[in-house]
């Protein structure tokens, strides 16, 4: 069976289908890995770099991002590292004024039932379990 590393730029077409040529090649892609066809794979920075792009120049909401980031988390036809840190990740940021490197950060420190948050960060130790 084939396998695909998606990149960034593959899920920016699909959530935001602003270049239809593109969004049918993703689809296709996608549609294949959902039939058990084609397994496809992402990692980490893929994720952030979704969310950086989302935010900075299209200009998305925090809640947007969100949405958009737990949409791709929800793929489970997608074998994504790390899916469940990410998956608090979001949820911790969508609740609180953290950025989503410090919400992933408390999200892998509970992950792994670490004991000590070392850290200066006031509001990222307020948050921590």
Do not use: P
């Not at 925090?62 to 990410?86: A, G, P, T, W, Y």
């Amino acid at each position: 069976m084939k396998s695909y590393f998606i990149d960034t730029n593959y899920f920016l077409r699909l959530l935001l289908k602003d270049n239809e040529a593109q969004f049918q090649k993703v689809y296709t892609l996608f549609e294949q890995a959902i039939n058990e066809q084609v397994k496809i794979y992402t990692s980490v920075i893929v994720f952030f770099e979704i969310y950086w792009v989302l935010s900075s120049f299209y200009k998305r909401n925090k809640s947007s991002c969100v949405h958009h980031l737990q949409n791709i988390l929800k793929m489970n036809f997608l074998d994504v590292e790390n899916r469940e840190i990410l998956q608090e990740a979001c949820t911790i940021f969508g609740k609180s004024s953290l950025d989503l490197e410090d919400s992933y950060n408390i999200a892998f420190f509970n992950q792994y039932k670490l004991n000590y948050f070392a850290t200066f960060d006031k509001n990222v130790l307020k948050l921590v379990k």
